[in-house]
């Protein structure tokens, strides 16, 4: 005799799916999902956009930008993605499986660089895209990487004066000429992070007063007596502030094909260079102007 089946019963696996659908629905969380969180187009460009812009803002290039904003909104289930980054601008579209298309662009005001912060970020962006969590929690988790707090101020004071007076010390001054280029790195420095300063004058004017003034401070240790060679005090002073980093992140973008940001990094490090030889002459001509004869 053949066995007779019995057409009530139900494969073990559908069963299986079935109770992982009710239980799904009980939370609020849709079948499937488990540990891949599948949003919809606004909150994937929403926690794209915000993980793109901390990258920015923490002193990231722009190919780190881009390709991080991408891998996440495909993580997130995205079938089109366009993402373009300019160290000042990022403008982004997605485009859903249900056809939804979002995008946005968003305006980049200020960027520092910070190595702790950007590394957090770097990490949360390939936690992300490995395992997909409700916008909500990347946002808590962001929040809790914005707080993490720069290098003591007193440091900065430190790295400035051992800079400007290492390099005085090296361009063959003596150690007179590297106290006074302390004290003027110290001045810098203060200047940088005073909050009057950040808040109501823009990175450009920034350099052009601090350029001056370092001038200005440098024929002062020489007319008190405090310097002797005023050629060495304004290397030192001048060395540390030279855009050597900006330089060598605009060429990267250019060797990597990110003509637009690199170009704008060029030019930015170029005129920031220029500002600062122009502050140091107007301090030297305006002393010479005055009746003071050349010091040089």
């Known amino acids: 005799m053949e066995p007779v ?8 696996d559908r069963t299986v799916r079935d109770t992982d659908a009710a239980n799904a629905a009980a939370v609020g969380t849709p079948p499937g999902a488990g540990d891949a969180y599948r949003p919809g187009g606004q909150d994937t460009l929403d926690v794209a956009m915000e993980i793109g812009l901390a990258i920015l803002r923490s002193g990231g290039d722009v190919h ?11 993580a997130y289930g995205a079938v089109r993605v366009g993402v373009f980054a300019i160290p000042s ?11 939804e298309t979002v995008s946005r662009m968003c ?7 910070h190595l702790a912060r950007l590394e957090e970020i770097n990490a949360l962006s390939r936690a992300v895209c490995a395992v997909p969590e409700p916008p909500d929690r990347v946002r808590e988790r962001l929040t809790a990487i914005r707080k993490l707090r720069r290098i003591p ?8 004066m051992l800079g400007a007076g290492g390099f005085t010390v090296f361009a063959g001054g003596t150690w007179r000429d590297g106290l006074c280029s302390a004290l003027i790195g110290a001045m810098i420095v203060l200047g940088q992070h005073h909050k009057l300063v950040r808040e109501n004058i823009n990175p450009m004017g920034i350099t052009a007063v ?8 440098a024929v002062l ?16 002073t001048i060395m540390p502030e030279i855009p050597g980093l900006s330089f060598g992140d605009a060429l990267r973008d250019l060797l990597c094909g990110d003509t637009v940001s690199g170009s704008l990094r060029l030019v930015q490090a170029l005129l920031r260079a220029l500002i600062m030889a122009l502050g140091y002459m107007a301090a030297l001509a305006l002393y010479t102007h005055l009746g003071g004869g050349v010091l040089l």
């Open 221 to 236: 240790c020489i007319v008190c007596g405090l310097g002797q060679n005023l050629d060495t005090i304004i290397i030192g």
């Open 153 to 160: 101020e007193w440091l900065c004071y430190v790295g400035g």
């Open 107 to 113: 305006r980049v005001e200020s960027a520092y660089l």
């Open 5 to 12: 089946e019995n057409s009530n019963s139900q494969p073990a």
């Open 210 to 217: 601090g350029s001056f003034l370092s001038g200005l401070l």
């Open 89 to 99: 601008l990022i403008t982004a579209e997605v485009t859903m499986p249900d056809g």
């Open 64 to 74: 780190r930008v881009e390709d991080s904003m991408t891998r996440i909104c495909r």
